[in-house]
């Protein structure tokens, strides 16, 4: 059974950084593309970055350089560092990955920054 875990939330000012942790229980980790995605209240989720079994990386426009997704396959777990945060990141931020055509979510963690 896949298995996500998210650690790294928190409250930080405006400007700050965060970094988030997903530990994922699967079987080969390695091969398969990982996303993170964030919901605000009253928005719909939204993505915010992927990265791929060669970790090439993908950015939604919004990040601007200020966001790196990143793995580490031999600990089967993926991050988001996250720079010059600002209020409108505010979110709960959830990892995914898509195993054989179903996706499995993190139970999310919250980001609140503060003004």
């Known amino acids: 059974q896949v298995q996500l875990v998210e650690s790294g939330g928190g409250l930080v000012q405006d400007g700050g950084s965060l970094r988030l942790s997903c530990e994922v229980t699967?079987?080969?980790?390695s091969r398969w593309p990982l996303r993170w995605y964030r919901q605000a209240p009253e928005n719909q989720r939204e993505w915010v970055a992927t990265i791929t079994s060669s970790a090439g990386a993908t950015y939604g426009d919004f990040v601007k350089g200020r966001f790196t997704i990143s793995r580490d396959n031999a600990k089967n777990t993926m991050f988001l560092q996250m720079n010059s945060l600002k209020p409108e990141d505010t979110a709960v931020y959830y990892c995914?990955?898509?195993?054989?055509?179903?996706?499995?979510w993190g139970q999310g963690t919250q980001i609140t920054v503060s003004s």
């Open positions: 699967t079987p080969n980790f």
């Open positions: 995914n990955i898509l195993v054989w055509g179903i996706d499995y």
